[in-house]
């Protein structure tokens, strides 16, 4: 079955520690996005890719890296500079706008960061 | 930028009665899609319908519909015979390339 894989679903993290999000896709997207949810705020866009070697910042990138040296794996690393980590992130992909697109963004199930 | 604003934190229906979400949003371009996403419990991001903006065409999915009205920049979602699983949180979307905007989200509630 074809889809995004995230992992891992919960994570707990000590203060000043850096930790990295998994993000997979093997529905063949140029495109891969990376999103944190927190209530009341809907989702807010950290960092997204269009293309491997090359990525972009979203509204809220501080305090966050990605890298894409493949086309199917995007990481999301939170890093001890995000003064408020704990959240929901959501990895998301898409194809690239052409003939056939939809627009429609693909979403895994999300990983939940809980900064102790 | 894009913003795109629902103004119902939460809402609540009877099952089998019909229930409205409002969505409304801010920008200069013609060529857009716009989308609602439903969130259940399990957080699970879910397509539930897509409007292309240059379609005039409301766009219609089952028990969902939508009400398009692009020069008042207004999207609202109408679920039809609602049931006890279309319980969930409801986001309002914006795409143009290259990303989607969000809404705050609408968390709807379905009493039996």
């Known amino acids: 079955d074809g889809g995004i894989t995230q992992s891992p679903k919960y994570l707990f993290r000590k203060e000043g520690q850096n930790v990295t999000l998994s993000c997979e896709q093997n529905l063949n997207h140029d495109a891969m996005y990376w999103y944190r949810q927190d209530p009341g705020q809907g989702l807010r866009l950290i960092y997204y890719?269009?293309?491997?070697?090359?990525?972009q910042k979203g509204d809220i990138a501080e305090g966050y890296s990605v890298s894409r040296e493949k086309k199917e794996s995007f990481p999301l690393t939170v890093t001890s500079a995000q003064k408020n980590p704990t959240a929901f992130y959501l990895c998301?992909?898409?194809?690239?706008?052409?003939?056939?697109?939809?627009?429609?963004?693909?979403f895994g199930e999300g990983s939940r960061l809980t900064v102790l | 930028a894009q913003t795109v604003t629902q103004s119902q934190p939460e809402m609540s229906v009877q099952e089998a009665e019909t229930v409205t979400l409002s969505c409304t949003y801010d920008?200069?371009?013609?060529?857009?899609?716009l989308f609602w996403y439903k969130q259940p419990p399990s957080r699970q991001m879910i397509l539930v319908i897509r409007q292309e903006a240059y379609k005039q065409q409301n766009a219609t999915e089952n028990r969902f519909s939508v009400n398009f009205q692009k020069a008042a920049k207004s999207f609202s979602l109408k679920i039809s015979d609602s049931q006890l699983g279309d319980a969930a949180m409801y986001f309002c979307a914006y795409r143009s390339e290259p990303d989607m905007r969000f809404g705050a989200g609408t968390r709807l509630t379905v009493k039996p």
């Open positions: 998301a992909s898409s194809a690239l706008a052409g003939a056939s697109w939809t627009g429609e963004l693909f």
């Open positions: 890719s269009q293309i491997v070697n090359d990525f």
């Open positions: 920008t200069s371009e013609s060529d857009y899609y």
